[in-house]
């Protein structure tokens, strides 16, 4: 499976962006998709996770009640939806994959590349 982020760009505070992850390849097992981010300088951090199904989702604090996460699974398709955007979000978004269950906190098994968001003040 082969992942691909789209849909970063140049937004200014307070704005918003969609994200979007296409997999492509062998998409017949199930997985949990995630985004990730990193920013200049600093290490890669998780941003949000959701289920094969749909029904569980996680976030970081960070960006929780501003960012939604959201899949599309006959469009092998996973979202992030980013509202009220800050220049501290300013990073590369990555999507990545789990195989089977959520596992916040551990190694996604799968990597995109990722898509860049400047957020400027």
């Known amino acids: 499976v082969q992942l691909q982020a789209f849909g970063g760009g140049l937004v200014q505070a307070g704005g918003y962006l969609r994200l979007s992850c296409a997999a492509s390849?062998?998409?017949?097992?199930?997985?949990?998709m995630n985004w990730f981010r990193q920013a200049p300088g600093k290490e890669r951090e998780f941003v949000a996770a959701?289920?094969?199904?749909?029904?569980?989702?996680y976030y970081a604090d960070s960006v929780k009640g501003r960012f939604t996460i959201s899949r599309d699974n006959a469009k092998n398709s996973v979202y992030l939806q980013m509202n009220s955007l800050r220049p501290e979000d300013t990073a590369v978004y990555y999507c990545?994959?789990?195989?089977?269950?959520?596992?916040?906190?551990?190694?996604?098994?799968?990597w995109g590349r990722g898509t860049l968001v400047t957020v400027s003040s």
């Open positions: 390849g062998r998409t017949d097992s199930s997985y949990a």
């Open positions: 990545a994959a789990h195989r089977g269950p959520i596992r916040v906190g551990s190694v996604p098994d799968l």
């Open positions: 959701i289920s094969w199904s749909g029904d569980s989702t």
